[in-house]
């Protein structure tokens, strides 16, 4: 066991595992998993639910009046992993869809958002002891981070991944649209101003369209060995 706990950050595009490399470390390491893609997701759910969000534009200007009276938590679940909560309700199932996934990408591209809940996220980690993805977390959450995994995989191969787990929740998507979602938000994470998704300097890059799941976390557990015993 490792007495000194480090922040890990595992940034990355949009379904290319994050959530499943993080939460696989954190299991190992007794560590605390949060996804902050669901912040961002329950702020564009919460702005879609009273109209602030249409297909055609955001009003911005209620959204900034409005962001310090949206709260958001993780509470443990009974399969072991974690829900979102918006103002005190189970947002869990809602958050995924691809409306709330939309929304979520259109929501990080502003500036109070973001500032909003990075600081909810370094408040999250100040103790250390925390495994975060998103976009942002090795660059501007957590930029002191002793750990930095940036994943990669190809949209197809993302697109279907992230198809088979709408399958799996009983939803019936279209293939070219889970695809075309998952490019335009390539696009927006990539290139927006407001800290655009790009690979930390200090990152470890791991590809994964041909790896499994075990591998990829035994290579971030030897990963995370070398940086504890070198300390
Ligand atoms: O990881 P995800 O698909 O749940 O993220 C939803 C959206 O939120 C995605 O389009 C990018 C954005 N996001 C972000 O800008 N910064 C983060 N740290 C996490 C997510």
Redesign the pocket.
């Known amino acids: 066991m490792h007495a000194k706990k480090i922040n890990i950050a595992v940034d990355g595009y ?2 290319c595992g ?1 959530s499943t490399i993080a939460k696989g470390l954190a299991k190992a390491l007794g560590y605390t998993y949060i ?4 912040m ?2 329950a702020v564009a759910l919460h702005a879609i639910r009273n109209g602030w969000i249409t297909p055609e534009s955001i009003n911005e200007e209620v959204l900034r009046e409005q962001i310090g009276g949206i709260q958001i938590d993780f509470k443990p679940n009974e399969v072991g992993s974690q829900d979102t909560y918006l103002n005190g309700e189970n947002v869990e199932k809602e958050i995924r869809s691809l409306e709330a ?1 939309d929304g ?2 259109r929501v ?1 591209t502003i500036g109070f958002v ?1 500032q909003a809940l990075v600081r909810l996220q370094q408040e999250m980690g100040k103790d250390k002891g925390v495994v975060m ?5 090795g660059n501007v ?1 957590f930029p002191e981070a002793e750990m930095k995994l940036f994943l990669t995989a190809s949209p197809e191969t993302r697109a279907k991944r992230r198809f088979d787990e709408m399958v799996a929740r009983g939803e019936n998507p279209r293939y070219e649209e889970v695809l075309a979602n998952v490019k335009e ?1 390539d696009k ?2 990539t290139t927006r101003v407001e ?1 655009p ?1 790009y690979q930390a300097d200090d990152a470890w890059v791991l590809d994964n369209t041909h790896l499994g799941i075990e591998e990829q976390l035994q290579r971030a557990l030897e990963m995370f060995n070398k940086i504890t015993t070198k300390k």
């Open positions: 949009s379904s994050k996804d902050s893609g669901a961002y997701r996934a979520a990408s990080s973001r993805d998103g976009r942002d977390i959450v938000r927006r994470d800290s998704l």
